[in-house]
């Protein structure tokens, strides 16, 4: 980066103010963003992350301190995985060191996965009692029905002997 990429922003952030009408440029809050590509918390959110920048990034996790730092971090982590999901998939069946550090910020998400897939094989247990429950009582009228036959068939039996038609 050099001056006139900072003067380009800079004239960039005063030319919207001036089309949004404002009396004085500087008179409400605006905030000029420059980002270089080396910074690894910006660079993890691509779809070509490296393998070396994917380690600089769960190295950089696991070296914050707060919980709301480790917070946000998981979601930037979160975003490169989702992204990069080869990379990732790859690191983990090979038992690449830093994916101890990215099991532990996926935790949580795997906790919920499996509450989840918890509550989905209760649920499928559930309907499968109810399917057995509905199939005993269909048997359970299948052989309702077949005593039935059996007495209609018996009694016009007895009608014929009778000599009773029909």
């Not at 060191?97 to 509450?115: D, G, R, S, Y």
């Not at 509550?119 to 399917?131: C, G, H, P, R």
Request: glycine fraction near 4%; aromatic fraction near 4%; charged fraction near 35%.
């Amino acid at each position: 980066m050099n001056a006139g990429t900072f003067y380009k922003a800079l004239s960039y952030a005063c030319l919207y103010k001036a089309e949004a009408g404002a009396a004085d440029i500087f008179d409400a809050d605006t905030t000029v963003s420059i980002v270089r590509e080396s910074h690894v918390w910006i660079t993890s959110l691509t779809r070509t992350l490296s393998r070396d920048d994917a380690r600089e990034l769960l190295d950089n996790c696991a070296e914050l301190g707060s919980e709301e730092d480790r917070r946000n971090a998981d979601s930037v982590v979160n975003v490169a995985s989702e992204a990069n999901v080869e990379l990732f998939k790859k690191m983990i069946q090979e038992g690449d060191q830093m994916c101890e550090e990215l099991k532990e910020l996926l935790a949580p998400e795997i906790v919920e996965f499996k509450i989840r897939l918890a509550e989905q094989d209760a649920k499928l247990a559930d309907n499968a009692a109810k399917l057995a429950d509905k199939d005993a009582k269909l048997a359970d009228n299948a052989a309702k029905l077949a005593d039935n036959a059996a007495e209609i068939a018996k009694l016009k039996k007895l009608l014929a002997e009778a000599g009773i038609k029909e």
